[in-house]
């Protein structure tokens, strides 16, 4: 029997041609590193620390939606593909839920529910809390703090996954001081009792909304992030998914912008996620999202796809790459409809009269999007909520788009395989789903519903839990499973945010591969309004006959002889006992070798099996083993094979992958010392290894690491001779090994680059509450500051000052006052060197005499101050013991206290009109603008049609000059009379427009 595989070293040539011409390719513009690790030990017998509600806006930096051209997008009416699952008759038999269990909930939504199955642990969270079941659900750590793993950390928007292919679970959440993202990567296969490795990740401005995916080559992240800058911006990540496990101290990460892609606000674009037992090759890790030709420049409905391949070695030639754009004028998809409400987030109406519309998460891939190797392909599975009410005065029916993607082979184009609206029976909506392919090619999909008579439904419900499904063989673009209940809603969102979710997860779970557990919010009329819920159902029908090879579980990496033995892992997914299984492997596409497996596999049992005939891997540096059972009556042979790369190592072969320190910042010495990571790439064990390093092209320090480092291993080595890097400037180190009998020199010598910027002193902020807690001046009000390591860098606020004004009022808080300790100084850097200077010290060792009240200091810009945009400096701590640091040292590091920076915009003279007004321009193009210094400093702006109708829908941020300013497109628009409104409440300021 031929050797059912998925080639990857043979392609045709003008394949590769055919999808790679006037494509953008962009490098990373981001190499960087883990800014710590911290263990964390084990739960058991801890005193956790009590979750706590988490309090201020949720998800505070989304600033807008994606502009929409009102009219312009198609289709118009009714989905195209609506009347196909309509028309299905689901008489699939009834799939009931095996187990259905609640693990926490919450008083304020969106509750931000995520969790995935191990092999014994269910571990579940929602904002800045987490739990831990066993797989019957029940309580092995009850609901508590994210601070227990990330220590005084817990602002949320957490996600949970289990790495299937390390037995690893992970946890991340945001990080806002600085702003990143923090990843716990569980020690070993025991979440409760193995304890953790914590890591930081810093990505400059707040990466709203992350998403985490598993590759090969390391974990991705996708985040809503620099909105409008997303084509220069890092969006993406990868980070070193090797080196977390292994728990190494710094951790590397690469970031990508997504080049050539059309989107200018709110955004959620999904990297593939890896299930099943296989991983895929490295490289060729995809990203996608759907571009929407409601949008601004876009021409058409599309899923758009980017290649990303990292290179760790030398991470700074990582790529991205525009891969597929699959469009409905190339046949791939059919057109779709995912605006509702002009781009708001309130959309979708509630039952009763005290329910205010909520979100539908539109501009979402919705989480996760999952990938699966087959035997003869690699499949994808992806949705995101659509418009499906005909009635062209409304769109608060949503309907779920979902999309079967499929490659022929690895570094292969993806297709469309099918594609699909699904909407809940009687009228309800359907949105916020979460979908997933089991090892037979069966999909399980769960989602919210919800329906109100007034917009069709049979009769009003709330926000239920739902779940459908189909089998691989059934037609295409179809889900045939009758909908079935995970859980009944009884109440409305009683908050006031108009969000829901913000996200819901489905996993499957790793020992049967083919049942799925769904967490999803749903509303409750007693007790915290919000709860979290699991199901847990299946999809696939019992077959009798149906085994595979799982994993090749030897050889691994190492330098290879003409005589390797092959093991593999045999699974019985059927429910009958198989015996006399044959079993082949080959070799780089090469020959088959045929033998049997003699013994018997019980039905869900593995069985391990060691070919007799060995295999030369000796040729080439890489071997890829591909090995399938070939039982007669399998019923599923998709899932007969897997495969595998694995190295042919250089004997003697070691390299420098990073340079853990000195890492880019400020405070850097004239004395910086030098540690470099380096890893042993060969196939045995090394020591006395020479090492060096030059910094800016000078003279090479040359030193050797005497210790020893085992095969696939990494060591630290510092060296003696420290580098001098206090000036300002960019230093470019260049670091590697000189082994002289390394038999691979391209991975020997990296460089990288560390930057000495603007000093950002830490301290300690958290024993006794030392340092500032609030701090009020003109137009910000920043309340409620979270204690990190004492520097925060909040320059994204900007203060407005005016040197007309004579006396300006700043009003804080500090955790912590006694006698005349606690004290407050403040400079703004007017010459712009980023050196505060005395003659820029506005405030001098001012008291601060009590605490958490608030206290007002008097200050006033003097004539000469420049104009302009400035750094604001302002520090507090107790000056009693902070070991001889002066408070007015603006770069010392205080023992307690804090640092915080901002900007400060100085003008003169500044009286803006503050009157809404709408100016036309040619085409019907409309620039609306506003200027009011008072305004807060992003407004939603709404355009309504004459009867009510939202038609587009964003925020506007306030610029340097207080200015709001939006330009919209009505060229599409119906002919008539509009209304725009800039902001809420008593507030907001209204103004008549007409279309012609």
Not at 242 to 269: N, W
Not at 339 to 368: H, R, W
Not at 570 to 587: A, E, L, W
Request: proline share 4%.
């Amino acid at each position: 029997m031929l050797l059912k595989r998925i080639i990857f070293f043979s392609f045709l040539f003008f394949c590769v041609i055919g999808f790679s011409q006037n494509k953008k390719t962009a490098t990373a513009t981001l190499v960087t590193s883990s800014s710590y690790m911290k263990e964390v030990g084990p739960l058991i017998g801890k005193k956790l620390i009590p979750e706590t509600p988490r309090e201020g806006e949720v998800n505070p930096k989304r600033t807008d939606a994606n502009k929409i051209v009102p009219g312009k997008g198609l289709p118009k009416g009714q989905d195209p593909l609506l009347q196909k699952q309509k028309n299905t008759s689901n008489t699939r038999a009834n799939r009931t839920p095996s187990l259905v269990f609640e693990t926490n909930s919450s008083t304020v939504s969106p509750s931000d529910p995520t969790g995935a199955i191990g092999p014994n642990h269910y571990i579940s969270a929602k904002n800045s809390a987490f739990a831990i079941h066993d797989r019957n659900g029940n309580v092995l750590v009850p609901s508590t703090s994210l601070a227990n793993i990330f220590p005084g950390e817990s602002l949320g928007d957490p996600i949970v996954f289990y790495d299937n292919f390390a037995d690893r679970f992970v946890i991340t959440q945001f990080s806002d001081t600085p702003n990143g993202f923090l990843v716990a990567i569980c020690r070993g296969s025991d979440p409760v009792n193995d304890g953790w490795y914590t890591y930081r990740f810093n990505t400059g401005s707040f990466p709203d909304y992350t998403k985490f995916s598993i590759w090969s080559d390391g974990y991705y992240i996708t985040a809503n992030k620099d909105q409008g800058q997303q084509m220069t911006s890092e969006v993406v990540y990868v980070i070193d998914r090797e080196q977390m496990l292994a728990g190494v101290d710094t951790a590397q990460m690469v970031g990508f912008p997504l080049p050539g892609a059309r989107i200018g606000g709110f955004y959620s674009p999904a990297s593939f996620n890896a299930i099943g037992s296989t991983l895929p090759p490295e490289g060729d890790a995809r990203i996608i999202y759907f571009q929407d030709d409601d949008w601004q420049g876009v021409s058409e409905d599309a899923l758009k796809l980017w290649t990303i391949n990292v290179d760790w070695i030398n991470p700074q030639q990582s790529t991205i790459t525009e891969a597929e754009e699959l469009t409905v004028s190339n046949g791939n998809i059919t057109s779709f409809d995912s605006t509702f409400d002009g781009g708001s987030f309130a959309n979708l109406p509630q039952p009763g009269s005290d329910g205010q519309d909520i979100d539908v998460l539109q501009g979402t891939v919705m989480f996760a999007t999952n990938y699966r190797r087959f035997c003869n392909y690699n499949s994808v599975v992806l949705n995101f909520p659509v418009d499906i009410d005909s009635r062209q005065d409304l769109d608060n029916i949503s309907g779920i788009r979902w999309y079967e993607l499929r490659q022929n082979g690895d570094d292969q184009p993806w297709s469309v395989h099918q594609e699909g609206t699904y909407t809940s029976p009687d009228g309800k909506s359907a949105w916020c789903a979460s979908m997933a392919m089991d090892i037979f090619g069966n999909i399980g999909m769960g989602y919210t519903t919800m329906g109100t008579i007034d917009n069709g439904a049979s009769q009003n419900s709330f926000a239920s839990i739902r779940y459908t499904g189909r089998l691989a063989e059934d037609p295409l673009g179809t889900m045939t499973f009758t909908e079935q209940t995970i859980a009944v809603g009884t109440d409305v969102d009683k908050t006031t945010r108009n969000r829901y979710g913000d996200y819901a997860q489905m996993t499957v779970d790793p020992l049967d591969d083919q049942t799925f557990w769904h967490i999803a919010e749903y509303f409750e009329n007693s007790g915290n309004n919000a709860r979290n819920i699991v199901g847990v159902f299946k999809i696939a029908e019992n077959v009798a006959n149906d085994v595979g090879v799982v994993s090749i579980d030897a050889p691994e990496d190492a330098t290879f002889s003409t005589s390797e033995v092959i093991t593999v892992t045999i699974k019985n997914f059927g429910t009958t006992t198989q015996s006399n299984i044959p079993v082949s492997y080959s070799i780089n596409g090469g020959s088959a070798v045929d033998e049997i497996f003699t013994g018997s596999i019980s039905a869900g049992q593995t069985a391990s099996f060691t070919f007799n005939t060995t295999a030369d891997l000796t040729i080439g540096n890489t071997s890829f083993i591909s090995a399938e059972t070939n039982q007669v009556g399998d019923v599923t042979p998709e899932n007969d094979c897997t495969t595998k790369e694995v190295s042919n190592l250089f004997l003697n072969d070691v390299g420098v992958i990073s340079l853990v320190s000195p890492v880019s910042g400020g405070g850097l010495s004239s004395t910086e010392t030098v540690t470099v990571l380096i890893r042993n790439y060969g196939g045995s064990p090394q020591s006395n290894i020479p090492v060096f390093y030059t910094l800016d092209g000078g003279t090479p320090v040359n030193e050797v690491f005497t210790g020893t480092i085992a095969v696939g291993e990494s060591a630290e080595y510092t060296f003696t001779v420290t580098a001098d890097l206090s000036e300002f400037s960019s230093y470019s180190f260049e670091i590697g090994t000189a082994l002289t009998t390394d038999e691979d020199n391209l991975n020997d010598v990296i460089t990288r680059v560390v930057v000495h910027q603007l000093c950002s002193p830490t301290s300690d902020c958290s024993r006794f509450g030392d340092g500032l807690s609030s701090f009020e001046l003109s137009n910000i009000s920043n309340q409620n500051i979270e204690c990190g390591d004492g520097y925060e860098d909040f320059t994204s606020m900007v203060i407005n000052l005016d040197k007309s004004i004579g006396v300006y009022a700043l009003t804080v808080q500090a955790g912590f006052a006694e006698g005349d300790a606690e004290q407050l100084s403040l400079w703004i850097d007017f010459d712009d060197d980023t050196v505060f200077e005395d003659e820029e010290l506005i405030i001098s060792n001012e008291v601060i005499s009590e605490e958490n009240v608030n206290q007002t200091f008097l200050f006033s810009l003097n004539n000469d101050a420049p104009l302009g945009t400035h750094l604001l400096r302002v520090r507090a701590g107790d000056t009693n013991t902070n070991n001889g640091s002066d408070l007015n040292d603006p770069c010392g590091s205080m023992q307690f206290g804090t640092t915080h920076d901002y900007t400060v915009e100085i003008g003169e003279n500044t009286n803006p009109n503050s009157d809404l007004i709408v100016i036309s321009q040619p085409n019907n193009q409309f620039l609306i603008t506003m200027s009011d210094i008072n305004a807060d400093d992003i407004l939603r702006l709404s355009i309504f049609t004459i009867t009510g109708k939202t038609i587009v829908s964003n925020l506007v941020e306030k610029d340097a000059n207080s200015r709001f300013t939006y330009l919209v497109d009505m060229s599409y628009a119906s002919s008539g009379i509009y209304f725009v409104r800039l902001g809420g409440g008593k507030t907001g300021k209204s103004a008549k427009f007409s279309v012609n």
